[in-house]
């Protein structure tokens, strides 16, 4: 089972893909390769901890333009 983190972020919310210690990067890392490696589109960085996230979309409902009725035919009874 997977557990999914989420983290609030201005008016957007986001998925955490990964959590990496600043630590383990090389120094002067380049944010694009990771944000690519990571499929992540935010890097966000707290207590030497970078949070690779992806922004989560508002769902729209789409409503058909057209609405279609449907009529059926039923043989007469014998």
């Known amino acids: ?3 999914y983190q989420f983290i ?9 893909k ?6 383990h990067l090389k120094k ?3 944010q ?4 690519q490696w990571t499929k992540s589109d935010t890097l966000l960085k707290k ?10 979309q ?3 409902i789409a409503e058909p333009e057209v609405k279609i009725q449907l009529e059926l ?3 007469e009874e014998l």
């Open 47 to 56: 207590d030497g901890l970078f949070y690779c996230c992806e922004t989560i």
């Open 1 to 3: 089972m997977q557990h």
């Open 28 to 30: 002067d890392f380049d």
């Open 8 to 16: 609030d972020y201005g008016d957007k919310k986001l998925l955490v």
């Open 32 to 35: 694009k390769i990771l944000k």
């Open 73 to 75: 035919e039923f043989p």
């Open 18 to 23: 990964r959590i990496i210690r600043e630590s």
């Open 58 to 60: 508002e769902a729209r």
